[in-house]
């Protein structure tokens, strides 16, 4: 993976940092997420009962959806020279948009929306994130996500 520097992306700000690649959205993985998350309901593992409703089948749970985001974000955020690691810090803002009809295929695009230097060992960066259903003019969702990167001493 290429690493930058906070210069670097402090130039990036306001630019797309980059696309992933798609994820597809199984039903054995909306299950496995459901047993998980204890989060059984019907519209996410039943798809007889599903087809009955206005989303015509099985859809991912919205977090799902959100959990993806870290694997996506390891394809295309570069890494932080001399950092020693990266939370999650929050979101400001999320929405979930459309819904993830099962066996769709999603991708994150990440747009750097600023850099904050929160002390010598730490950097805050905010992402804007849209996640893209292949296929659909709407996005599944849209975020605005905040990461730490701890450097180390």
Same mark, same amino acid.
Do not use: H, R
């Given at each position: 993976m290429t690493e930058v520097t906070v210069d670097h992306l402090q130039a990036s700000v306001g630019k797309e940092i980059g696309v992933s690649g798609w994820i597809t959205v199984e039903q054995s993985r909306i299950d496995r997420f459901a047993e998980v998350t204890e989060d059984r309901q019907f519209i996410h593992i039943d798809p007889v009962r599903a087809r009955e409703t206005p989303f015509g089948g099985t859809i991912a749970h919205g977090? $799902?959806?959100? %959990?993806?985001? !870290?694997?996506?974000?390891?394809?295309?955020?570069?890494? $932080?020279?001399? %950092?020693?690691? !990266?939370?999650n810090y929050g979101f400001d803002k999320l929405r979930f948009i459309t819904p993830v009809p099962a066996g769709s295929r999603v991708r994150g695009r990440f747009k750097l929306k600023s850099v904050t230097r929160k002390s010598p060992e730490q950097v805050q960066l905010d992402w804007a994130v849209t996640v893209e259903i292949e296929g659909r003019d709407k996005p599944a969702l849209v975020a605005d996500w905040i990461t730490m990167q701890l450097l180390a001493a």
């Open positions: 977090f $799902l959806t959100v %959990s993806l985001l !870290s694997a996506m974000a390891y394809e295309v955020i570069p890494a $932080l020279k001399g %950092s020693a690691m !990266s939370v």
